[in-house]
């Protein structure tokens, strides 16, 4: 295999994070075929068809197109080599010592089996169980800890127990999505790349933010993507993906006036927990709820625990990793996706707007109630400005720049601020500054994947001071 084309891989896995409003973007119910991988040489044999439940929305299926402006994702390219910000290097999570896994196949010789061919319709439907762990890791208290918290962590890796069972899987499918059986299940990654460049692109819009924001409580959230912490080892040395940890040190000593929120220890913290989806590009609501209380600390606002809010679970979920990947193996390994309704769900208002601040309808932060839109059953879609007038009264007022991964914090903010505005970043027709203004904005989150805060988003956050 040798090295991989990061470009190409980089520049997918962007379009991905920038078109996917949502991720509900799972294949309809139809009849799938697995492929079971023998522990021998043998012949890969075909199972019976596995019936699955996966969902789509029409409204946010994603195809993948060049970019109209041709400038759109041509800079995610090669990760830039010069030093960091400081001279003192930190042990990246690249050079964390993974647990080695001795079985292992080559990926050069390791051969993809999937059936790239339409499956027929079909009108039973089962979902595949999914496992989920509930006791939480203890969680790192210490911002300073970072470092460590990323050199500590026991990543997931694929046991001894799978491979000699005949699951020994990892694959490079189509648009060079890596499919690994780990743990049971099989997991969807896309490459994470980025430049120190456009780190300081992204960190420099986030700092004339808060220049011009006088008096405003600025926060800067970059958060990992799942390649960061389940790429098996071998991928690692291939060039699969870079490191995350580095973009992320490098965003922190670069903000100025800006609180940095460690969303990347809090959930390193947590990596044998459900925080990222097996078969999407997008955390879960989970990993989301470790990095909104990170924020509640340092906004210094109340923050209930987990087990004050009302989980709501729906099975049958596959995502973008399978639709981008077509690996059959995601297909058959459906999840089980839970959102957790705020406690003060029913004492909250929200109402929806057009990227103009326009148009304005009542309506209900969880777009539904019982998870059958998955990750869009929270704000629903992208292309809008969400206000949430909240129970709290404490005068704050929030407002939060993101992309798709920021989503999933906002039901777990409703405790802590008066109002808040939620706006993509991505699709916002006015000038960002003097929008906070208008708002009343006391707190302003910039909260997105690395991807983008190491690719496009200081672009995107530079069109919003300049509009």
């Avoid at 139809?30 to 044999?45: D, F, H, K, N």
């Avoid at 694959?171 to 456009?198: A, E, K, P, W």
């Avoid at 708002?439 to 983008?452: E, K, P, S, Y």
Wanted: charged share 20%; hydrophobic share 35%.
């Amino acid at each position: 295999m040798g090295k991989m084309k990061r470009l190409n891989a980089a520049a997918l896995a962007a379009m991905i994070l920038m078109t996917a409003s949502c991720s509900d973007i799972s294949r309809p119910t139809v009849e799938a075929y697995s492929v079971e991988l023998p522990s021998s040489g043998t012949e890969p044999q075909e199972t019976e068809p596995q019936e699955t439940t996966a969902s789509r929305d029409d409204g946010d299926w994603v195809d993948i197109i060049a970019d109209p402006d041709g400038d759109g994702f041509t800079t995610t390219g090669p990760e830039e080599t010069e030093a960091p910000r400081t001279a003192k290097t930190r042990k990246s999570a690249k050079e964390t010592t993974f647990p080695k896994q001795t079985t292992e196949p080559d990926p050069e010789t390791v051969i993809a089996v999937e059936d790239t061919s339409a499956p027929p319709e079909t009108t039973t439907t089962t979902a595949a169980p999914e496992t989920t762990t509930t006791t939480a890791a203890p969680e790192t208290t210490a911002a300073a800890t970072t470092a460590a918290a990323a050199a500590e962590t026991t990543f997931p890796v694929q046991t001894a127990a799978d491979a000699a069972g005949g699951k020994s899987y990892n694959v490079i499918g189509q648009n060079n999505i890596l499919v690994s059986y780990q743990d049971g299940h099989y997991r969807g990654l896309m490459g994470c790349f980025g430049t120190y460049g456009l780190c300081d692109k992204w960190t420099d819009a986030v700092n004339t933010f808060a220049k011009k924001l006088p008096g405003v409580n600025v926060y800067s959230m970059a958060v990992p993507i799942p390649s960061e912490f389940y790429t098996p080892q071998s991928f690692w040395n291939s060039g699969f993906t870079a490191s995350q940890y580095n973009k992320v040190q490098h965003i922190r000593e670069g903000l100025s006036g800006v609180k940095d929120i460690d969303a990347y220890s809090a959930l390193a913290a947590h990596t044998d927990e459900y925080i990222y989806s097996r078969t999407d590009h997008h955390w879960t609501p989970l990993g989301a709820y470790y990095a909104a209380e990170k924020f509640a600390e340092a906004a210094g606002v109340e923050f209930p625990p987990l087990e004050k809010y009302t989980p709501v679970s729906r099975s049958g979920y596959v995502g973008s990793m399978y639709t981008y990947s077509k690996d059959v193996h995601l297909y058959n390994d459906a999840e089980t996706f839970t959102m957790y309704l705020s406690p003060n769900a029913d004492s909250i208002s929200t109402t929806y707007y057009n990227t103009s601040f326009r148009g304005a309808y009542e309506g209900d932060l969880f777009v539904t109630r019982n998870a059958s839109a998955f990750y869009c059953s929270f704000i629903g879609s992208d292309d809008r400005i969400t206000h949430i007038k909240t129970d709290v009264k404490n005068g704050r007022t929030l407002t939060v720049f993101k992309q798709s991964y920021g989503n999933a914090l906002i039901p777990f903010l409703t405790s802590g601020f008066e109002d808040i505005y939620i706006c993509d970043m991505r699709y916002f027709d006015l000038n960002g500054v003097q929008f906070c203004k208008d708002v009343g904005t006391t707190d302003l989150l910039f909260a997105d994947c690395v991807m983008i805060a190491a690719g496009n988003g200081g672009k995107y956050l530079n069109l919003l001071l300049n509009k």
